[in-house]
């Protein structure tokens, strides 16, 4: 299995990847409630999807503080949450708690599988495997509720599969000889390059949604109504008090940069800590990448480092959305 490191850029992605998620979780919520349940926790509208839909979505705290950062999956007979499997312990019980009056069941998927499949020959094999119909929509719900293809943002083609165990064991033997198999930090890298911010256990309870971009990305419903950090998240929202945002920073560093390490700013010769990484990628040839939360009014001439790794040097790099109040 190939590493992120035997990467010198995205550019140099073979045609074919197939990369098993093993370090994500898939938890399940079913029973009658799920869909009114999770209404007043999630950030988003959960009753505008239909089977087969999913959106980005945050659970947060009262005080408006985000434990996690999802995509949200529906299913006919289920909903999927998709995270970093390092939040889940701290995630997981914060949600379960509300459960005891609703009749829900919260647990980790058993049924289904993650599998990311990016590549230019992506598409082509989508087509040949499932419905060439997969490859075009944002999302698309496969026969027999056996599972949904999503297809993913910048950069390069992608495409995030959660199928049934069988079928995942099966595409995963078909492809050993035809695609190149990575471990999951390409699927990092890919979400760093996209500008989508997932939470991991450090960074966990220390965010409200619009500092991590998610109203940028339609993670966030401001009609909906009640729910959990409601209050906080629609006051930023409408006397603007959020003055923070997540930006791409690039440039090269000697090792691999992790959540919860500081940032800091040049100014005036001197180093001053600005932010907060939330992920962090390194190539092959040292060149890093990272997500950081960090003043929105931040100059794009700006040099940053990394605390705790010398000789880190950063410079902005466009995301590829643009960021709204």
Not at 39 to 46: A, E, R, V
Not at 104 to 111: L, P, R, S, Y
Not at 138 to 160: A, M, N, T, W
Not at 269 to 282: A, D, E, F, L
Request: glycine share 6%.
């Amino acid at each position: 299995m190939f590493k992120l490191s035997q990467l010198n850029n995205i550019s140099q992605l073979p045609d074919l990847v197939l990369c098993p998620l093993t370090s994500w979780d898939l938890l399940s919520v079913t029973g009658e409630d799920r869909i009114t349940f999770l209404q007043g926790q999630l950030t988003c509208d959960l009753t505008i999807l239909k089977p087969g839909e999913q959106t980005l979505a945050a659970q947060c705290n009262p005080q408006g503080k985000v434990w996690s950062i999802f995509r949200v999956v529906v299913l006919n007979d289920r909903i999927l949450l998709i995270q970093p499997k390092s939040v889940t312990a701290k995630q997981l019980p914060e949600l379960q708690k509300y459960a005891t009056f609703s009749k829900v069941e919260i647990k980790k998927e058993t049924e289904y599988q993650l599998l990311g499949l990016a590549g230019c020959k992506s598409a082509a094999n989508i087509a040949k495997n499932f419905n060439i119909s997969a490859t075009h929509e944002e999302s698309h719900l496969l026969d027999d509720d056996q599972g949904v293809i999503i297809k993913q943002p910048y950069p390069s083609l992608r495409y995030l599969m959660i199928v049934k165990n069988q079928q995942a064991t099966q595409l995963t033997e078909d492809l050993k000889d035809q695609a190149s198999v990575y471990d999951d930090s390409l699927w990092n890298a890919m979400n760093i390059a996209a500008g989508i911010a997932f939470i991991e256990e450090e960074t966990s309870g220390l965010f409200i949604p619009q500092m991590l971009n998610l109203q940028a990305l339609n993670g966030i419903s401001f009609t909906k109504g009640c729910y959990i950090g409601q209050e906080t998240i629609a006051r930023t929202k409408y006397r603007g008090a959020n003055k923070r945002a997540l930006f791409i920073l690039t440039g090269r560093a000697t090792e691999a940069p992790k959540a919860g390490q500081n940032v800091k700013v040049l100014l005036n010769n001197n180093w001053k800590r600005v932010g907060t990484i939330i992920s962090g990628c390194q190539y092959g040839d040292g060149h890093i990448e990272v997500l950081a939360i960090l003043p929105k009014n931040s100059e794009s001439e700006s040099v940053y480092q990394i605390q705790g790794i010398e000789g880190s040097t950063l410079y902005y790099a466009p995301l590829p959305y643009q960021i709204d109040d």
